[in-house]
């Protein structure tokens, strides 16, 4: 996590960021969403909203207000389906007659390795599946979306979860939950898979931007140097967990213990999650390998 920064706007009003760009603050703070949950809201006819959010009356009522005089919501789009992002979606869409776009449901864009462990009894970390999510329209990789005066690319991002996408407006990206300038994103088994998560990072550091507009926290005016610190991260993590392990074989929950020493005892539950996404990416690069069954549970050794 970052030290705290200056992104400190008042919930509910809408702040242009650039042309046909806005953006609400949803008044939801917490540990895993920072100050709240960013909704934008794109265009200046017919709008495109990005991720309207946690079931809040307010926050409906203030992307409500938002929307002038001239203007409708014509799209209602879902990066994915976490608690914080999605339920308001149906809502909206209702009270304003558009439909609700997304990758899928909740399960959709999950890795084969992770289907695995859910049909051996693994279960969700507690980081808040919206599991009623449905899209009136399912969307896929590289389609694009259009308004009156804008175009999104539709960029799947999988990693933080499976049905995860980003949406490219010209050089500008909005990366929901993947890249966040504020902490690293969570990525916690069997909804997030590492392995897809560095290659949503690769995908996404190839091309040239010139912003990120995230999903919780300011928006990243470095966007190539900020994808660079999150794979230095992720590799700086792998090489902790390999040096633990070559002394003696760990559980998650052991490594988390060790890796993460100033980590408040509430959000360790969640560090264990990120070990065995790093455990379960180890195993899939023969790099490591469980003492027995491939559970959250198992201690893992290196491969030799």
Same mark, same amino acid.
């Given at each position: =996590?970052?030290?705290?920064?200056? /992104?400190?706007?008042?919930?509910?009003?809408?702040?242009?960021?650039?042309?046909? &760009?806005?953006?609400?603050?949803?008044?939801?703070? +917490?540990?895993? #969403?920072?100050?709240? #949950?960013?909704?934008?809201?794109?265009?200046?006819?017919?709008?495109?909203?990005?991720?309207?959010?946690?079931? =809040?009356?307010? @926050?409906?009522?203030?992307?409500?207000?938002?929307?002038?005089?001239?203007?409708?919501?014509?799209?209602?789009?879902?990066?994915?389906?976490?608690? *914080?992002?999605?339920?308001?979606?149906?809502?909206?869409?209702?009270?304003?007659?558009? +439909?609700?776009?997304? /990758?899928?449901?909740?399960?959709?864009?999950?890795?084969?390795? =992770?289907?695995? !462990?859910?049909?051996?009894?693994?279960?969700?970390?507690?980081?808040?599946? *919206?599991?009623? /999510?449905?899209?009136?329209? #399912?969307?896929?990789?590289?389609?694009?979306?259009?308004?009156?005066?804008?175009?999104?690319?539709?960029?799947?991002?999988?990693? @933080?979860?499976?049905? @995860?996408?980003?949406?490219? $407006?010209?050089?500008?990206?909005?990366?929901?939950?993947?890249? =966040?300038?504020?902490?690293?994103?969570? &990525? +916690?088994?069997? *909804?997030?898979?590492?392995?897809?998560?560095?290659?949503?990072?690769?995908?996404?550091?190839?091309?040239?931007?010139?912003?990120?507009?995230?999903?919780?926290?300011?928006?990243?005016?470095?966007?190539?140097?900020?994808? *660079?610190w999150l794979i230095a991260h992720r590799q700086g993590r792998e090489a902790?967990?390999?040096?633990?392990?070559? #002394?003696?074989?760990?559980?998650?929950?052991? !490594?988390?213990? $060790?890796?993460?020493?100033?980590?408040?005892?509430?959000?360790?539950?969640?560090?264990?999650?990120?070990?065995?996404? @790093?455990?379960?990416?180890?195993?899939?690069?023969?790099?490591?390998?469980?003492?027995?069954?491939?559970?959250?549970?198992?201690?893992?050794?290196?491969?030799?």
């Amino acid at each position: =996590m970052q030290a705290p920064d200056d /992104f400190t706007p008042p919930p509910g009003l809408p702040e242009e960021l650039q042309p046909g &760009v806005r953006r609400l603050l949803a008044p939801n703070p +917490s540990p895993m #969403t920072y100050r709240g #949950t960013n909704t934008y809201l794109i265009g200046t006819r017919d709008l495109a909203v990005i991720d309207p959010g946690p079931q =809040m009356e307010s @926050h409906l009522e203030a992307i409500i207000a938002a929307v002038q005089p001239g203007q409708h919501i014509s799209h209602v789009i879902v990066t994915h389906s976490h608690l *914080d992002h999605s339920p308001l979606a149906r809502g909206l869409a209702e009270r304003c007659g558009a +439909s609700v776009y997304g /990758f899928g449901g909740s399960e959709a864009g999950r890795s084969a390795i =992770m289907q695995e !462990l859910v049909a051996a009894g693994m279960k969700s970390g507690g980081e808040g599946i *919206d599991r009623a /999510f449905s899209p009136d329209i #399912t969307l896929v990789d590289g389609e694009f979306l259009s308004g009156e005066g804008w175009e999104l690319e539709v960029i799947h991002t999988p990693g @933080h979860l499976g049905n @995860h996408i980003a949406l490219a $407006l010209g050089d500008a990206c909005f990366t929901a939950d993947h890249v =966040m300038g504020w902490a690293s994103s969570l &990525v +916690s088994p069997p *909804d997030g898979d590492l392995t897809d998560f560095m290659a949503s990072c690769a995908r996404l550091r190839a091309r040239d931007w010139r912003v990120f507009y995230p999903g919780h926290g300011g928006a990243i005016t470095a966007p190539q140097e900020r994808l *660079d610190w999150l794979i230095a991260h992720r590799q700086g993590r792998e090489a902790e967990i390999l040096s633990a392990l070559a #002394t003696a074989p760990a559980t998650p929950a052991a !490594l988390a213990r $060790l890796i993460y020493k100033e980590t408040p005892a509430a959000l360790l539950p969640a560090a264990e999650r990120n070990v065995f996404a @790093h455990l379960v990416d180890l195993v899939g690069r023969s790099k490591v390998e469980p003492c027995g069954e491939f559970a959250e549970t198992a201690s893992f050794q290196l491969r030799v």
